[in-house]
């Protein structure tokens, strides 16, 4: 029974701090912020060089072979530093779904050049269906048999990082079944292929940027299918199980710096002439934060282990770590906001910037609605959950 | 990282398991029967686990004293009876007590053949213990004690307690108290039960008039009470961690299944989105606090002592079971409230920590009392704030040089 983290484990967080830290202050966040293209890409060369770019991919095809609670350290960092840039929608969700579902060939194409920093990918799950779970059951982009491929049109929102995406894997409907989860198929598609068209969002998180993906009689080969005709959701599953860990530790980075600089502010600031952090107002509202923290690092490691572990409750532990860590965000974030009082109100200051980033990842790869829902129907279907034990 | 249990463990979980199996008792009625329930456990190695060997203890770790307590939830086994005494006082006596006292008072303790009690709070000595007025006057090689005590849990079977009172009331309130062994079937003493909220008894109020404590019933040096009672740790850490989850999960499990035959609109309140989303967000908070415990428990394995942080824990798991009380009857409606006459495919068949049969009625109403015992919420908050985020402490009037209580 061991919950700490490895020595190596240390020093790659470390090293993942150093980077964001010297490469991308607030400074550099809010630059990209205004930019059109929203990241640097000089910095992601630099994140190619320290490995972290690969850090999940095998070592054959250039990458570090690291495990998922690896993957949600160096998140956890990126929600910290509230870096900008396609590396949650690169690494964590194309990566992810790539290693579980492509072929040799694909993985050969894709995977040394994601290591490398000369692809940048993103998965497109989102539909306007809202489902109960979050998941794909709501696919209503299709995709025809046309000639030897198949021919997409419909439309996917949220599309992280779109924009730069030079891939794009996008879940389409090949087969309508009663099981809403059978019948999808997964594409890799190419950016300049024909009748793709991507319109930017603007949302509250500006470091974050994500498009409207329409395609129209998009035509392509049977080998840009990742996985199998018609059972897409078996890649889906584990990809978006990792995405919500991923999520979760996206959020957590976000929450311990919001609460790292409410305590400092409470400290220092003075009314009544006392520090606030005197006041049991202010002071309590800090115990919660740290409680809500703690327990979302428990969630989030946990459950990253398990996912490495193959722990028969991993799919339970992934929901449960994405349904608490966004409303613990949220409370965290929220009540930063609120120790700084107006200060904390103003754009200047940085703290929106992690309270919106929070935010970002609340609402998306199934929010804490969407995942009880989850926990519930698997540990109703399942017995070798513990829950049920 | 590596949260898997060892083959050890695996293998030790197995043997406990089969253990209460074979030896799970059917349902304790006596207080004679009980005892003997706790002896059974005592001779098969799952009473005082922590405790040094030289002490009649095991010297066992935490993992694996985490595992006989939650397999004993599991089993929904009735507890050990002797829990104050095997927490707190024996470690207390063991640090700090004089070889007499070692030697007259120990072993006596794991295999509760004597039975104690902690007598701490007073009516206006609630969170802040350390004002408490109980006296005890030296007279003639001993101790005469006067006043009150209230929330003494196990004091009606009590045969000895520690008792904290003011042996010197011209000091700063912290400095005038001492820690004494008080035999509760001395003469001046008195137990009455409190009747809660819950309409049972678990607590008592204990009245001293004019009780003679012998001088040599004194632990450590007088003065020194409210140091004792402050820096005493028990030797029992973590054993609770897992077995509160297992519990909590059991609940929620009959939960579910009742669920399944409450008639709603036309189906069962399992159908209903609103209760699913409850029953959601208590298997979420539940699983998290089975993370943070397995946190814990590895720090305990590593010879970590949790700090501060234990006011975490305990801030969490209180505040959430409140919370899932008032789901549970948001779920159930009136039949929630019922503490007779619910139909038998609703009823929640468990037992409270005290031996008796508890609803969820009763464990409604009791949710009330996790958030106030052993440290409130808002204490716990406090030690949060100053000791762990090192928030400055709040001035308090009585640590302005002011005089005793």
Known sequence: MDFDFTQEQVMLRNLAREVLSQECPTRVVRQMMDDPVGFSEPLWQKLAETGLLGITIDESRGGQALGMVDQALVLEEMGRAVYPGPYFATVLLAASLIRAGGDRAQMDAYLPAIASGKLKATLATSEDTRTATGGPEGTALHARPLGGGYALSGTKRFVPFAHVADLLLVGARTTDSSDRRRGITLFAIERDTPGLKLTSNVSIDRTNKFSTLTLEEVRVDRDAIVGRVDEGWEVLRPTLQRAAVGASAEMLGAARKCLEMSVEYARVREQFGQPIGMFQAVKHACAEMLLEVENSHSATYYAAWALDADAPDAGVAASVAKAYVSGAAREVCGSAIQVHGGIGFTWEFDLHLYFKRAKHFEALYGDAEQRRELVLREVLASTAVPVLA | ?405
């Open chain 2, 1 to 405: 990282m590596d949260l898997h249990e060892t083959r050890e463990d695996q293998a030790f979980r197995a043997r406990v398991r089969a253990w209460f199996e074979e030896n799970k008792p059917d349902k304790l009625e006596t207080l004679e029967q009980r005892k003997a329930w706790h002896r059974k456990l005592y001779e098969a190695g799952f009473v005082g686990m922590g405790w040094p060997k030289e002490y009649g203890g095991q010297g066992a770790r935490p993992m694996e004293q985490a595992i006989v307590a939650e397999e004993m939830a599991r089993a929904n086994a009735p507890g050990t009876i002797n829990g104050l005494g095997i927490g707190i006082v024996g470690p207390t006596l063991i640090a700090h007590g004089s070889e007499a006292q070692k030697h007259r008072y120990i072993r006596k303790i794991l295999t509760a053949e004597e039975i104690w009690c902690q007598l701490y709070s007073e009516p206006n000595s609630g969170s802040d213990l350390a004002s408490l007025r109980t006296a005890a006057v030296r007279q003639n090689g001993h101790y005469v004690v006067n006043g009150q005590k209230v929330w003494t849990s196990q004091a009606h079977i009590a045969d000895y307690a520690v008792l904290l009172a003011r042996t010197n009331p011209e000091v700063p309130k912290h400095q005038g108290i001492s820690y004494f062994i008080l035999d509760m079937h001395g003469s001046g003493v008195e137990v009455r039960p409190l009747k809660q909220i819950t309409g049972s008894s678990e607590f008592n109020e204990v009245f001293f008039t004019n009780v003679a404590v012998p001088a040599e019933n004194l632990i450590g040096a007088e003065g020194q009470g409210w140091e004792l009672a402050q820096t005493t740790l028990g030797f029992e850490r973590g054993g609770n961690v897992l077995a509160r989850v297992t519990r909590h999960k059991a609940n929620l499990n009959r939960l579910i299944e009742v669920c399944q035959t409450l008639p709603r609109d036309g189906g069962t309140a399992l159908d209903d989105p609103l209760v699913r989303q409850k029953l959601g967000r208590m298997l979420v908070e539940v699983e998290v606090l089975r993370y943070a415990g397995l946190r814990i428990l590895s720090k305990l394995e590593k010879g970590q002592r949790p700090g501060p942080e234990s006011s975490v824990d305990k801030l969490y798991y209180s505040e959430m079971d409140k919370r899932h009380q008032e789901m549970v009857q948001e779920i159930l409606g009136p039949y929630g409230q019922l503490e007779e006459g619910l139909p038998p495919e609703l009823e929640l068949d468990s037992e409270s920590l005290q031996g008796h049969e508890a609803g969820w009625a009763y464990n409604f109403l009791w949710s009330r009392a996790g958030t106030i015992y052993a440290g409130s919420s808002e204490i716990q908050k406090n030690i949060i704030g100053e000791r762990v985020l090192k928030l400055p402490r709040e001035p308090r009037a009585d640590r302005m040089g002011g005089k005793g209580a």
